[in-house]
């Protein structure tokens, strides 16, 4: 049993399925642009447009900029590792995919129900957030609506309160972003490029109007960033240099997502050399922008006063310039319906990889004769999302799609040194620098982050993996093709 577990999938089968072509295969129509829009799509939503301000407030005050730079380098050793399995293995399932090849069954599966967490669960998150955004916009024009699009809670549990009824925006924009990815990937790239131009014109507007104000104002901004690194306050995370360190697992967050871009590798034109422009691209101007933006905002307002909902938004008022709520209000809009709509994209494109390999049933990859997408999943799973989103608490599950994350790039960082060790002879269009090292950095900084996180989110997690070890044994490793494959090369009728 051991060995069926760490059973690995070919590397000649995974190219083989990258190469396919034909009508069960998914259209390869994304360019290099498409996949950077896709990234910053992915990333640049929750975390510029709440969470700076969160970090700041709470955490590192205006040293969240060096948060910023601790989550970004982070993310960039992982974002190495991703870029050369994605060029080595173009293949849709993302850290899935790789852990497969280099880890095994078993491994490969607890990364991608890791995944299915993070995406669907993120989704949902982000949806609450687009809500809350929309019925501030509402609120701007002055306009009042028959219905409440936040319902207020009625119920507990676990200790947060759960509402009895729908929220109305967050249900609406996952049906919306589900039937976009339905209709086809090249329409949903469309739609998020011209999301990512709203979301990226108007976080550059915000840092023209405060750059403009700190060069008028340089004594109010110096004043805001002193000190830059406040005194700790006796305990763990509460400013100094370990509020730095808390400050960069929570904006974290705003990370989540770039991996995104590797699932679309069998939809790109040219993935060995697409795939590590995508990624890494997107990382890097994500990263600029944070930077500047927290920056820039912790000297416009004072760092104590930041813990709002929409902290871009106030800083604008800061510095005189009101239309700029409107502004930030369409800009967080548009931006955090990209994002779900690229987790979504995600989320549909793992599993549809997981039901290729047999794990999951075989409608899970159906694919659409005139569409081309694998529109049953997306379909499945924009209804549970939507279904998260309008009724359940799910601010507790930010920690949980942390988690997911982490893990994902723990073993992805892991994958690329065991295969430089295993494979050398494997071509790489695209080859990480400097292994073992980056690998291990990487790995370092995600299990350091992962154990910021608290108890109640570890057994959440715990849960969730409990569940999918359960449905594992229960279906997948009786219908895995690889696990078919090995008992039918051995004279055996397959695992029972």
Same mark, same amino acid.
């Given at each position: ?134 019925? !501030? ?63 990226? !014109? ?175 999943? !997306? ?72 154990? !910021? ?44």
């Amino acid at each position: 049993m051991a060995s069926q577990l760490l059973a690995k999938k070919p590397l000649d089968a995974i190219m083989a399925e990258a190469s396919e072509t034909g009508e069960h295969a998914l259209r390869r129509s994304l360019g290099p642009i498409n996949l950077i829009t896709l990234g910053i799509g992915a990333i640049i939503g929750t975390g510029i447009f709440t969470l700076t301000g969160v970090a700041a407030a709470m955490y590192a005050g205006p040293a969240v900029v060096l948060s910023f730079v601790v989550a970004g380098i982070g993310c960039i050793f992982a974002g190495l590792c991703y870029a050369e399995f994605a060029s080595m293995i173009p293949i849709a399932g993302s850290a899935y995919t790789y852990g497969y090849a280099t880890l095994g069954e078993l491994v490969a599966w607890i990364i991608g129900w890791a995944l299915v967490l993070e995406y669907a669960f993120g989704a949902a998150t982000v949806a609450v957030g687009f809500s809350g955004y929309v019925s !501030s916009l509402v609120g701007f024009f002055g306009l009042k609506l028959p219905f409440n699009p936040k319902p207020v809670p009625s119920l507990s549990l676990f200790g947060y309160a759960l509402s009895a009824k729908v929220d109305i925006f967050a249900f609406v924009a996952i049906i919306i972003v589900t039937t976009v990815l339905v209709i086809g990937v090249r329409e949903s790239a469309n739609f998020n490029s011209a999301a990512v131009m709203i979301k990226v !014109s108007v976080v550059l507007i915000f840092i023209g109007l405060a750059a403009n104000f700190a060069f008028a104002n340089w004594t109010h901004m110096v004043t805001n960033w002193h000190p830059f690194i406040p005194t700790n306050l006796g305990h763990f995370g509460q400013f100094g240099l370990s509020g730095i360190m808390r400050g960069a697992g929570l904006v974290f967050f705003a990370y989540i997502g770039f991996d995104a871009v590797s699932t679309a590798a069998q939809e790109s034109r040219n993935p060995q050399k697409d795939m590590p422009f995508g990624i890494l691209g997107s990382l890097i101007i994500c990263t600029v922008l944070y930077i500047l933006v927290s920056g820039l905002l912790t000297g416009v307002k004072n760092y104590t006063t930041l813990m709002t909902p929409a902290p871009v938004a106030d800083g604008a008022a800061a510095i005189g310039v009101h239309w700029g709520i409107l502004v930030i209000d369409i800009g967080a809009i548009a931006g955090l319906a990209s994002v779900m709509l690229v987790m979504l994209l995600g989320q549909s494109r793992v599993l549809y990889t997981m039901s290729h390999d047999g794990l999951l049933p075989p409608w899970v990859g159906k694919i659409h004769p005139r569409f081309r997408t694998p529109y049953l999943t !997306s379909i499945a799973v924009g209804i549970f999302v939507a279904f998260l989103a309008a009724f359940f608490p799910i601010a507790f599950l930010g920690k949980l799609v942390s988690l997911g994350t982490l893990l994902a790039f723990t073993i992805v960082c892991l994958g690329v040194w065991i295969m430089r060790v295993r494979r050398p002879d494997v071509p790489r269009p695209f080859r990480t620098p400097l292994v073992p090292l980056v690998p291990i950095l990487g790995m370092i900084v995600s299990v350091a982050l992962m154990l !910021s996180l608290d108890l109640p989110a570890w057994i959440g997690f715990g849960s969730w993996m409990i569940f999918g070890l359960i449905i594992y044994f229960s279906y997948s490793r009786k219908h895995s093709t690889v696990q078919l494959d090995i008992a039918r090369a051995a004279g055996r009728p397959g695992p029972k």
